[in-house]
C-alpha cells in the first residue's frame, strides 16, 4: 500500500493465446513463484491478472480457477 492510502495491485496480462501457464506445470510454477516474490519484494496489495488471450471453454476456466485457489494459498 502507498503511503497516501492507494493499493498497488499491477496488471498481469497473458499477452498470447499460448495456455503454457495453465498447463505446463513446469511454466505454472515459475510463473506463481515470481508472482509471489515480486508481490513480496515489492509490497504489491495484490494482482490483477488478465487471461484475455487465453482460448474460452471449461477446461480453461477449470485451470485458472486451480491457479487462483494455488497462488492464493502461496499468500497466505
Known amino acids: 500500500m502507498l503511503k497516501n492510502g492507494l493499493k498497488v495491485i499491477p496488471l498481469v ?3 498470447d493465446s499460448k495456455d503454457s501457464v495453465l498447463t505446463d506445470s513446469k511454466v505454472k510454477t515459475e510463473t ?10 515489492h509490497g ?4 490483477n491478472i488478465d487471461f484475455e488471450f487465453i482460448p474460452h471453454g471449461t477446461k480453461t476456466m477449470f485451470r485458472i480457477k486451480i491457479i487462483l485457489q494455488h497462488l492464493w494459498a502461496l499468500l497466505e
Open 44 to 47: 504489491f496489495d495484490g494482482y
Open 13 to 15: 496480462n497473458v499477452a
Open 32 to 41: 506463481m513463484n515470481e508472482l509471489i516474490s515480486l508481490l513480496r519484494k
